[in-house]
């Protein structure tokens, strides 16, 4: 995920300003779990879950994908998509100065 845009970040960074989004982003920091699995881990709903998940899924920090299990059981796993937020004074700037020319 590369980030181009100044509004591009404002949502990265909208997306990452919660803190049960960066608790999930967490669990997931070592290996694939089901969304059961990070309910329970997290103490969450799963209805909240999902919302989370479909957030961060939609910003492409994750992705799910359904697989069967035991007795054709469907579970969703989810893991994380390689990202890495680099932000500073400079690169906003630099972004700002590009948006600004952009709309002359």
Known sequence: MMTKTLDEIIDLCGTLSNKHRLRIIAALSEK?????????????SRPLLYLHLRKLEEMGILK???????????????????FELCLNGKKIKEMLE???????
Do not use: F, Q, V
């Not at 779990?33 to 969450?44: D, G, H, N, Q, V």
């Not at 590009?98 to 002359?104: A, T």
């Open 98 to 104: 590009m948006e600004n020319d952009e709309r002359r």
């Open 64 to 82: 799910g994908k359904t697989e069967l299990g035991k007795g054709n059981r469907a579970r969703k796993y989810y893991e994380l998509c390689d």
């Open 32 to 44: 694939r779990k089901y969304t059961s699995e990070l309910a329970r881990e997290l103490e969450i």
